[in-house]
């Protein structure tokens, strides 16, 4: 089986040092930390999907910056476990933004510092959460 490929968002507190988590209000994983994001749509690039998710989950658009990295993993989805490709970028929020959570995705949102984030939801967040540490703080 191919992995999928997915397209996931650091946003990126105007300081640098903050994150936007998001709580999942849904299952796999409902009640824990993730990243906006999420599968990209057929031959859609990574980086489109990106800026997609951000519109449909938050409401807002976005400033795409770096590809952070890319991570493989597993996605449990009705009964199955689907290989997953993370594409994660690092972003700001367009100014003038002002997010609106989708309710069936998010059941709320917090800005985590980089330097110390919670658990997330998915192994590839944390380990993508790591490395943009590494290239914000140097």
């Keep these: 089986m191919n992995a999928r490929p997915t397209s996931?968002?650091?946003?990126?507190?105007?300081?640098?040092d903050r994150f936007l988590g998001l709580l999942r209000a849904r299952e796999p994983q409902a009640g824990r930390w993730e990243l906006p994001?999420?599968?990209?749509d057929g031959a859609?690039?990574?980086?489109?999907?990106?800026?997609?998710?951000a519109r449909e989950?938050?409401?807002?658009?976005?400033?795409?910056?770096d590809l952070v990295g890319m991570?493989?993993?597993?996605?449990?989805y009705q009964d199955e476990t689907l290989l997953v490709l993370d594409c994660v970028y690092l972003a700001s929020l367009a100014p003038g933004a002002s997010i609106t959570l989708d309710p069936e995705e998010s059941a709320e949102m917090t800005w985590f510092?980089?330097?110390?984030?919670?658990?997330m939801a998915f192994t590839t967040m944390d380990r993508a959460l790591a490395d943009a540490q590494k290239l914000l703080m140097g």
Excluded: K
């Excluded at 859609?44 to 998710?53: F, G, I, K, L, T």
């Excluded at 991570?71 to 449990?76: A, F, N, V």
């Design 44 to 53: 859609e690039h990574p980086a489109d999907a990106a800026v997609r998710e």
């Design 113 to 119: 510092p980089i330097a110390a984030p919670p658990v």
């Design 8 to 16: 996931g968002l650091i946003i990126v507190s105007p300081d640098g």
């Design 37 to 40: 994001g999420g599968f990209c």
């Design 57 to 65: 989950e938050l409401g807002v658009e976005i400033v795409l910056g």
């Design 71 to 76: 991570y493989p993993g597993t996605y449990d």
